[in-house]
């Protein structure tokens, strides 16, 4: 079984960047497909970043040109970079492991502790 750790999340203000890690462990994590979702209180977990073992990536409407996941499979380790952020961007975060590349709840198999990020206006 895959085990999940995100770190990164913070305090940062509206325009400002954050870029979160998760650090996977207890499976061969480069033939995953990796992803990040977020969930705000009261809504529904949203995925807004995939990325396949071979670098192909997919993102939401809500994140793209502002968020860019990448992964280093040498070091097991994927992030997700993101700038431009926005007030709505304020959720937990979490990393997830994927069985593709679309955005769909059903293609998510595991999922970390999850991070915080809050933007302010």
């Known amino acids: 079984q895959v085990q999940l750790a995100e770190s990164g999340g913070g305090l940062v203000q509206a325009g400002g960047s954050l870029r979160l890690s998760c650090a996977a462990s207890?499976?061969?994590?480069?033939?995953?497909?990796m992803g990040w979702s977020r969930q705000a209180p009261g809504k529904q977990r949203e995925l807004v970043a995939a990325?396949?073992?071979?670098?192909?990536?997919n993102y939401a409407d809500s994140v793209k040109g502002r968020f860019t996941i990448s992964r280093d499979n040498a070091k097991n380790t994927v992030y997700l970079q993101m700038n431009s952020l926005k007030p709505e961007d304020t959720a937990v975060y979490y990393c997830?492991?994927?069985?593709?590349?679309?955005?769909?709840?059903?293609?998510?198999?595991?999922w970390g502790q999850g991070t915080q990020v809050t933007v302010s206006s």
């Open positions: 990325i396949a073992p071979g670098g192909t990536t």
């Open positions: 997830v492991t994927m069985k593709g590349l679309r955005l769909a709840t059903m293609n998510v198999a595991s």
């Open positions: 207890g499976s061969i994590f480069s033939f995953n497909t």
